[in-house]
């Protein structure tokens, strides 16, 4: 069983920054991607930005990207969320996700391709 745990969440200013971080338990090796995703209430979750251990390679969501940065330490097996110029829209709760094995890419933003969650942690963007 994989633990998940997410920090770093908080109450920001718009154009405000955080910096989020995952850290997830067991072998790195086993799992080849590690995701956030976000929601708010009464939405589906949202695919945030994804990395890929076996291809180095990150993706993120349109609605992110200029804006948000995703980096990955593979030894010590955490993943981090830098968010500057925060948006009020970009309040939710935040969560990391992972799954044994391989992802592939068309389902790298789909929630249900990963089996382990963190419990989330809340982010609020004030105006």
């Known amino acids: 069983q994989v633990q998940v745990a997410e920090s770093g969440g908080g109450v920001v200013q718009a154009g405000g920054s955080l910096r989020l971080s995952c850290a997830a338990s067991?072998?790195?090796?086993?799992?080849?991607?590690m995701s956030w995703f976000r929601q708010t209430p009464g939405k589906e979750r949202e695919f945030v930005a994804a990395s890929s251990r076996r291809s180095g390679s990150t993706i993120l969501a349109d609605s992110v990207k200029g804006r948000f940065t995703i980096s990955k330490d593979n030894a010590k097996n955490t993943l981090d969320l830098q968010m500057n110029n925060l948006k009020p829209e970009d309040t939710a709760i935040y969560y990391c996700?992972?799954?044994?094995?391989?992802?592939?890419?068309?389902?790298?933003?789909?929630?249900?391709?990963?089996?382990?969650w963190g419990q989330g942690t809340q982010v609020t963007v004030s105006s």
């Open positions: 996700a992972t799954k044994e094995g391989h992802i592939i890419v068309s389902e790298l933003r789909n929630s249900r391709a990963y089996t382990y």
């Open positions: 067991g072998p790195p090796y086993s799992r080849d991607v």
